[in-house]
């Protein structure tokens, strides 16, 4: 891995300010937003640290996660999108919930979209309709399984989906889902940089396996072990009560 691995890519300079309020150090800095040489070591080992030490080398680090005192877009003219792909993982919808609580209430995006059935959402053949996400439309879904807008697998037509993205206006995608969701977003950020379109995307990695390089834990995997060990559980209590009743 090199320095370049863990680029963040951006479209620009941000020149808006943000709409958060943090809180302010007395001599006027803040300690809420996040500034842009703020990073996290990938490898924070003391061996690697002598390491670096000796040999004068950088440590590869990561952009520090947070929010930033200036934006890119205006949140009175942004358009977001939501998407989930592949297999269904406990708290879909709770990110759904909170991205559009975040978005609405703390920066002040009203125009939030929700695309249906995974990228097939974004093929016209489909014919699959756009929902429109308020935070009325998602007050309650925290408490259901599976995800409100549906899902799908397979890979769909890259240019297609990005026609589709540049027609309804988008300017940030959020994709929720798993490896393959993720290779298929980054070529979506691929074939947008090079019709030099201004629209982010963001993925938020979703898998039950807890199989992502560099993530501890991933949404969905806490869940799903305690519900798969109590399923378990259960089963070896009723194994035992059926052993002890043949028995005696």
Do not use: W
């Not at 930033?68 to 003219?77: R, T």
């Not at 609580?101 to 703390?106: A, D, I, S, V, W």
């Not at 993530?215 to 378990?232: H, K, L, P, Q, V």
């Amino acid at each position: 891995m090199t320095h370049k691995d863990f680029e963040v890519k951006v479209l620009g300079n941000a020149t808006i300010k943000s709409p958060l309020k943090p809180s302010f150090k007395p001599d006027g800095s803040s300690f809420g937003f996040i500034e842009n040489e703020d990073r996290v070591l990938f490898d924070a080992s003391l061996a690697h640290y002598n390491h670096c030490k000796e040999t004068g080398e950088t440590p590869i680090s990561f952009e520090k996660a947070g929010p930033h005192q200036h934006l890119l877009f205006e949140a009175a003219k942004t358009k977001v999108a939501i998407v989930t792909c592949g297999g269904l993982c406990p708290g879909l919808n709770n990110v759904i919930r909170s991205i559009v609580n975040q978005l609405y209430y703390r920066y002040h995006v009203s125009n939030i979209i929700g695309i249906k059935y995974g990228y097939e959402g974004f093929i016209s053949k489909y014919n699959h309709p756009v929902v429109e996400l308020t935070p009325q439309s998602v007050e309650s879904i925290h408490l259901f399984g599976g995800t409100i807008l549906g899902s799908s697998r397979g890979q769909q037509d890259v240019g297609e989906i990005v026609d589709t993205l540049s027609t309804l206006n988008v300017n940030i995608l959020f994709c929720i889902g798993g490896d393959g969701t993720l290779r298929g977003a980054h070529a979506i950020q691929e074939e947008i940089s090079q019709r030099g379109l201004r629209i982010s995307v963001a993925g938020i990695p979703k898998t039950i396996d807890n199989d992502i390089n560099l993530i501890d834990n991933s949404f969905g995997f806490e869940t799903a072990f305690t519900i798969a060990n109590d399923i378990i559980r259960s089963a070896h209590n009723e194994a035992i009560v059926l052993i002890t009743e043949l028995r005696y």
